[in-house]
C-alpha cells in the first residue's frame, strides 16, 4: 500500500530553475529515502535521511524532513535537461526493510 | 556500488503461458528481495517479500498461487506469473540489500506483456 502523496503530480521547469517535491507520510518512520525513476527503468536510490535528521545535502539535491508534520521535500537546484525523471519518496517504518512508496512528482526540466 | 541484476527485461507472451523474472544481487548476499508491480504513470506496489530460505510473504490481494516467488540462494530470487493474462501485464521490478546497508538496491525492472 502507498504510505502518502507527493506533490505537485507534475513539474515543469526550465533548465537552471530549481524544483522543490513534498512528501507526506502517514506513519512514524525510521527513516525516509528519495528514488529517481527514468521511463521504463528501474529505481536509482538518491538519499536517505533518518528519522532524527533533519536536513542533509547531496550534491545537488537538498533534503528537509518534518517528523512533526510528517512531510519531506527534495529540492534539486540548478536543475538539468538530464534530472528529467519520476522522483518517489519512500519511507521505512518499524523493523522491516521494506519501502513504502509515495505517488511520485514527474520532473520535466526543459532545455 | 552494489548492483541488482534483473532479466528479462522485456517479454511478451500469450495469455496462459508462464513467465519467470530473476533476480540477482551481483556482488553482495541478499537475505531479503522484495518485488514490486507498478502501472504505467503510477507508483510501485509492493507485492511480496521474499526471504532466503524460507516462504515469501505476501501482501494482502496478491495471489500466492498466481505470482510463485523462490528465494534459493543469498544471491538469487526468481518471480513467477503462472497462467498470465493481459490483466497481469505491468512493470516488475525488484529489490534487495545486504545486512549492512539501510539502502535497497533495484532491479532495471521487467515490462511483461500478455497477448
Known amino acids: 500500500s502507498q504510505q502518502g502523496e507527493e506533490d505537485p503530480q507534475a513539474l515543469s521547469i526550465q533548465e537552471g530553475e530549481n524544483a522543490t517535491m513534498n512528501c507526506s507520510y502517514k506513519t512514524s518512520i525510521n527513516n525516509l529515502q528519495w528514488y529517481r525513476q527514468n521511463s521504463g527503468r528501474g529505481l536509482v536510490h538518491l538519499i536517505l535521511i533518518r528519522s532524527n535528521e533533519r536536513e542533509k545535502h547531496s550534491g545537488r539535491l537538498r533534503v528537509t524532513l518534518d517528523t512533526s508534520k510528517k512531510s519531506s521535500s527534495l529540492l534539486i537546484t540548478a536543475s538539468r535537461a538530464a534530472d528529467t525523471a519520476s522522483y518517489f519518496c519512500?519511507?521505512?517504518?518499524?523493523?522491516?526493510?521494506?519501502?513504502?512508496f509515495g505517488s511520485g512528482t514527474q520532473l520535466t526540466v526543459l532545455p | 556500488g552494489a548492483v541488482v541484476s534483473q532479466h528479462p527485461s522485456r517479454v511478451i507472451c500469450k495469455s496462459g503461458t508462464s513467465v519467470k523474472i530473476e533476480c540477482r544481487s551481483l556482488d553482495f548476499q541478499a537475505t531479503t528481495m522484495f518485488w514490486y508491480r507498478q502501472f504505467p504513470k503510477q507508483s510501485l506496489m509492493l507485492m511480496a517479500t521474499s526471504n532466503e530460505g524460507s516462504k515469501a510473504t505476501y501482501e494482502q490481494g496478491v495471489e500466492k498461487d498466481k505470482f510463485l516467488i523462490n528465494h534459493a540462494s543469498l544471491t538469487l530470487s526468481t518471480l513467477t506469473v503462472t497462467s498470465a493474462h493481459p490483466e497481469d501485464s505491468s512493470f516488475y521490478i525488484c529489490?534487495?540489500?545486504?545486512?549492512?546497508?539501510?539502502?535497497?538496491?533495484f532491479g532495471s525492472g521487467t515490462q511483461l506483456s500478455v497477448l
Open positions: 529489490s534487495a540489500g545486504d545486512s549492512r546497508n539501510e539502502k535497497l538496491f
Open positions: 519512500a519511507t521505512v517504518s518499524g523493523s522491516a526493510r521494506q519501502l513504502t
